[in-house]
């Protein structure tokens, strides 16, 4: 099956929920081209080709993608599950770490610092798709 595609109207949704900010204003902010990019990382492969991989690796590539650009820095991690949580349930699929976002927004920023791969990420969000 392929994906839902998690949109840029669909990040500027969950920004716009998590900042309290329009989407207007935040479109001044978030560079669209850079945007873009960061949307496409969940179905890039290792030379820019499209790749389908399974769907919790997907979610994290987004996660991992939007928080590396660092386009809202007071909450850029929450933005970034928030977009993950809301890619999922794009897809049909529902996550139960409801309680545990500040956990997962600790994992992206840990795969940012390179203290953990996406890949465990991935097998964290997996375990928790219901």
């Known amino acids: 099956?392929?994906?839902?595609?998690?949109?840029?109207?669909?990040?500027?949704?969950?920004?716009?929920?998590?900042t309290?900010?329009?989407?207007?204003?935040?479109?001044?902010?978030?560079?669209?081209?850079?945007?873009l990019f960061a949307l496409?990382?969940?179905?890039?492969?290792?030379?820019?080709e499209l790749c389908l991989r399974p769907l919790a690796d997907q979610a994290a590539a987004l996660a991992v993608s939007l928080a590396a650009e660092e386009f809202l820095p007071r909450v850029n991690g929450d933005v970034a599950v928030t977009a993950m949580v809301g890619f999922l349930a794009k897809n049909g699929k529902a996550v139960g770490?409801?309680?545990?976002?500040?956990?997962?927004?600790?994992l992206v920023e840990r795969v940012l610092d390179g203290d953990a791969a996406?890949?465990?990420?991935?097998?964290?969000v997996a375990e928790r798709i219901v």
């Open 118 to 124: 996406e890949a465990d990420l991935a097998a964290w």
């Open 1 to 18: 099956m392929t994906p839902e595609f998690f949109t840029a109207s669909d990040y500027f949704t969950v920004a716009e929920l998590e």
């Open 20 to 35: 309290g900010m329009s989407a207007s204003e935040l479109s001044r902010i978030v560079p669209g081209d850079r945007l």
């Open 40 to 48: 496409f990382a969940p179905y890039a492969g290792p030379h820019g």
């Open 97 to 106: 770490f409801a309680r545990e976002h500040a956990r997962a927004v600790e």
